[in-house]
T-cell receptor, first 111, second 115 residues
Framework: GDSVTQMEGPVTLSEEAFLTINCTYT??????LFWYVQYPGEGLQLLLK?????DKGSNKGFEATYRKETTSFHLEKGSVQVSDSAVYFC??????????FGTGTSLTVIP | ETGVTQTPRHLVMGMTNKKSLKCEQH?????MYWYKQSAKKPLELMFV???????ENNSVPSRFSPECPNSSHLFLHLHTLQPEDSALYLC??????????????FGSGTRLTVV
């Protein structure tokens, strides 16, 4: 069945470091892909999305490109800030409109 | 404030208690969802409601009982829970079942501890 696999954390980076959080998916058909962010004590918020192959989603300095050939949707940011500390979830919406979430990757950015 | 409000934020209950979680949205969304978030596990979809009608129940034990009186409110009634039910319970809503444009809008969750 459809699923999402993302890198396990936790990830600890220094401020201004480059961030990559890997996400790969398994799906039949052509899914839409999402990254959600969960700040401490809060629910999940949509960070960015891509609905078709080669689309690049971007928001708040974060980017992810929908790569059909590698079935990936890796999250990247060139220079992280302390305020980016959160848990990041990769998600897939299948053509059958089912949502599948990854296990989440915890990011801590230290000054 | 995300537009989806959940109360209470924290709840501690004994295994013989009965309690309810509440979710409210005034975004004009028609679909509402309950998710369970446990440590190091993917979010687990529990229930889906569309226009007040339950469209999905992912084999959730009967000790969890949802109620959707209208498109803006969703409840999760809890009784005789087990310690392994301790988790963060997230409510979400979307314009429709497809969540095509904006995905889901999540509430902040209720942190449930069963003792």
């Amino acid at each position: 069945g459809d699923s999402v696999t993302q890198m396990e954390g936790p990830v600890t980076l220094s401020e201004e470091a480059f961030l990559t959080i890997n996400c790969t998916y398994t799906a039949t058909g052509y899914p839409s892909l999402f990254w959600y962010v969960q700040y401490p004590g809060e629910g999940l918020q949509l960070l960015l999305k891509a609905t078709k192959a080669d689309d690049k989603g971007s928001n708040k300095g974060f980017e992810a490109t929908y790569r059909k050939e590698t079935t990936s949707f890796h999250l990247e940011k060139g220079s992280v800030q302390v305020s980016d500390s959160a848990v990041y979830f990769c998600a897939l919406r299948s053509p059958g409109n089912q949502f599948y979430f990854g296990t989440g990757t915890s990011l801590t950015v230290i000054p | 404030e995300t537009g989806v409000t959940q109360t209470p934020r924290h709840l501690v209950m004994g295994m013989t208690n009965k309690k309810s979680l509440k979710c409210e949205q005034h975004l004009g969304h028609n679909a509402m969802y309950w998710y369970k978030q446990s440590a190091k596990k993917p979010l687990e979809l529990m229930f889906v409601y569309n226009f007040k009608e339950q469209t999905e129940n992912n084999s959730v034990p009967s000790r969890f009982s949802p109620e959707c009186p209208n498109s803006s409110h969703l409840f999760l009634h809890l009784h005789t829970l087990q310690p392994e039910d301790s988790a963060l319970y997230l409510c979400a809503s979307s314009q429709d079942l497809e969540g095509r444009i904006y995905g889901y809008t999540f509430g902040s969750g209720t942190r449930l501890t069963v003792v």
